[in-house]
């Protein structure tokens, strides 16, 4: 048992006894709970809190009234809580209650009015209501720029969370400022040389590693990396995450040996530091069975894809969209190792999880819908694949540009389709509009355009248009001379 499992089972005895003898709604109850609550966050076991929350508010507004400022401060914990869960719309109904008191007592300018504006833009991002969430962050920022200045702390949460808007958006050249003037606060409020900046010199190194920036991606990585070991006591978390990080930024570069002993390297040390089912380590481990599969080390890879299941499942409960989203890689790597039986019932599970928590249009189900239509291709039940991969393009195009890469995997498996049915003039058609919408979203020479070029001239001289599919192809290996790495072979 953990020492965060032990305090757990220490508080809750105490709450018990004090359940005892007093009752459960005798107002010293509160720092009681309010301990059990933070115990459970910290743990990351958010599926036990939720009463211990509401309990906590109810005993609040019964003996300090509604509009307490620590009824506030619980009825905030509640809605994390129900965030943190998945459980956007009551998440969204407490902090939206919750706002509505503060503006009535404190005005419409004032610190707690800005830090839940900021609550309940995050819980409209994670129901997929992009343009409200960017416009309530925008407001919750300005008003903590007028009240504490540009370069304040109290400013880094709403940029942060500005910073995952642009990332759902794809708005990547918006993004980057957004990510360097974090780093700039916090070189001010902790040195140029603490762990705080470390942990977001990682994560802006994470983003230029997205961006194909590979070189500076490493030199950040690296600075991170030598700046947590000259320190006496690095933060576990950040150390074990930039491991981790650099990790995949090796396993990039086609270096997948080394890869894997950074990341290996990145989760032992979280794992002394944390329960072995702490949320903590679900990134990490991610990064590590992908590693796993491009070693052929399937069995361990599913191991890990596993492990985030039941990371998930312990920390949210089983009918979160974290859960849904480690069943869907698990299945899509089930599905490429032809142990189909299983993965269909995991993209039908966690379709359903999706479709009940975030509703049939969220672009998270897309990736998820082409995901099982990849399992029927691969188990010959073609009647419901044309459906399923309309209807995730269509969920997809609704959010992302042309060109994202989920959108590019459902269209060639959409001409894999057609190609199968032998109807090779429209998989023909969807080839080259694959091609077409890389290099107008995304530019000539980068690494989706390479796929698409590579997809079209091999069906080209397939099919006897062997000139065309020449120099396609052609062209497709001069630009791989300019890339660093070899793209990703073509979705199946």
Excluded at 166 to 181: C, G, I
Excluded at 335 to 364: C, F, N, V, W, Y
Excluded at 382 to 398: A, C, I, M, S, T
Excluded at 425 to 448: F, N, W, Y
């Amino acid at each position: 048992m953990s020492n965060l499992d032990e305090a757990i089972a220490s508080s809750l005895e105490a709450l018990r006894a004090h359940d005892r003898e007093f009752g459960c709604d005798h107002a010293d109850s509160r720092p009681l709970l309010e301990r059990v609550v933070q115990l459970h966050v910290d743990a990351g076991r958010l599926a036990e809190v939720d009463q211990h929350a509401l309990r906590l508010v109810a005993i609040g507004i019964n003996t300090l009234g509604l509009d307490h400022p620590k009824v506030w401060h619980a009825r905030e914990v509640l809605g994390a809580v129900h965030l943190a869960r998945g459980e956007f719309d009551q998440s969204l109904s407490v902090f939206e209650l919750l706002l509505q008191s503060q503006r009535e007592l404190l005005g419409a300018e004032n610190a707690k009015v800005a830090g839940t504006l900021h609550n309940v833009a995050a819980a409209l991002g994670r129901l997929g209501r992009m343009d409200e969430a960017e416009r309530l962050f925008r407001q919750s920022l300005e008003m903590k720029e007028r009240l504490f200045g540009p370069e304040h702390e109290e400013l880094e949460d709403t940029l942060r969370n500005l910073v995952a808007v642009y990332q759902q958006t794809e708005r990547y050249e918006e993004l980057e400022p957004l990510l360097r003037r974090v780093l700039e606060i916090r070189e001010k409020v902790h040195g140029p040389e603490s762990g705080p900046v470390a942990e977001y010199v990682t994560m802006l190194a994470a983003h230029l590693l997205n961006q194909e920036s590979l070189d500076e991606s490493g030199e950040l990585h690296r600075r991170a990396l030598a700046m947590l070991e000259r320190q006496p006591s690095p933060d576990p978390l950040v150390l074990g995450n930039a491991l981790a990080q650099f990790g995949w930024l090796r396993n990039r570069l086609g270096h997948a040996d080394e890869a894997l002993d950074l990341i290996q390297r990145g989760l032992t040390g979280l794992e002394a530091a944390f329960d072995p089912l702490h949320p903590h380590l679900a990134q990490p481990l991610k990064f590590l069975a992908v590693v796993l599969g491009n070693l052929e080390r399937p069995d361990e890879s599913n191991a890990a894809y596993r492990r985030i299941i039941e990371i998930q499942q312990r920390a949210v409960g089983p009918d979160h969209p974290e859960v849904a989203v480690a069943m869907h890689d698990l299945a899509r790597s089930l599905t490429g190792t032809g142990e189909l039986d299983e993965a269909e019932s995991l993209a039908l599970r966690a379709l359903a999880i999706l479709e009940k928590s975030l509703g049939p249009d969220h672009p998270q189900i897309g990736p998820l819908l082409i995901g099982l239509a990849r399992v029927y291709q691969q188990q010959g039940k073609h009647d419901p694949v044309e459906g399923l991969l309309f209807r995730g393009l269509d969920v997809l195009q609704k959010e992302n540009a042309p060109a994202n890469l989920e959108v590019m995997i459902g269209l060639s498996q959409l001409a894999t389709h057609y190609f199968t049915l032998d109807r090779e003039d429209v998989m023909l058609r969807i080839l080259r509009r694959m091609l077409s919408d890389a290099e107008k979203g995304l530019g000539p020479e980068h690494k989706l355009t390479v796929i698409a070029m590579l997809s079209l001239s091999v069906v080209l001289r397939y099919e006897g248009q062997s000139v065309e599919g020449e120099a396609l192809r052609q062209r497709a290996a001069e630009l791989l001379k300019k890339l660093k790495q070899p793209p990703d072979a073509p979705a199946d």
